[in-house]
Nanobody, 125 residues
Framework: QVTLVESGGGSVQSGGTLRLSCAAS????????MAWYRQTPGKEREGVAA???????RYADSAKGRFTISQDIAKKTMYLQMNSLKPEDTAMYYC???????????????????WGQGIMVTVSS
C-alpha cells in the first residue's frame, strides 16, 4: 500500500508563492507517474502538472510559466513550486501516483491508483 501526504498549502495574496510537497511512503515501484490535480467546489478535478520517473513533465496551460513540478526520487517526494499565484488558483490540491501510467495519460485521473487527502491553497486578491 502506498500513502501520499501533501504539505505546504496555505493562504497567500495574489502574486505570492507557495511550494507544495507530496511524500510517498510504503511499497513504491521505481517506475512511476506522479501528478498534481486540483478541485474547486462545483467543478471537476483538473490536472495541473505531472512528472514521471525519467523526469519528463507535463503542464496544464493554466500552470505553464508559473508552476514548476519536480521530484526527489531518493526521498520519494514530489514538489510543485507555484509562483505568481492568482485567485483562480484557489483550490484543494491533490497529489497522485501510479506505478505504470505513462505520462501521455496524465490527464486520465481514473488511471491513477493512489491519491493523497488533499491540501488547501487559497489566493486572495
Amino acid at each position: 500500500q502506498v500513502t501520499l501526504v501533501e504539505s505546504g498549502g496555505g493562504s497567500v495574496q495574489s502574486g505570492g508563492t507557495l511550494r507544495l510537497s507530496c511524500a510517498a511512503s510504503g511499497h513504491t515501484y521505481r517506475t512511476h507517474l506522479m501528478a498534481w490535480y486540483r478541485q474547486t467546489p462545483g467543478k471537476e478535478r483538473e490536472g495541473v502538472a505531472a512528472i514521471d520517473h525519467d523526469g519528463n513533465t507535463r503542464y496544464a496551460d493554466s500552470a505553464k510559466g508559473r508552476f514548476t513540478i519536480s521530484q526527489d526520487i531518493a526521498k520519494k517526494t514530489m514538489y510543485l513550486q507555484m509562483n505568481s499565484l492568482k485567485p483562480e488558483d484557489t483550490a484543494m490540491y491533490y497529489c497522485t501516483r501510479d506505478p505504470f501510467n505513462p505520462i501521455r495519460s496524465w490527464l486520465r485521473q481514473d488511471q491513477f491508483e493512489h491519491w493523497g487527502q488533499g491540501i488547501m491553497v487559497t489566493v486572495s486578491s
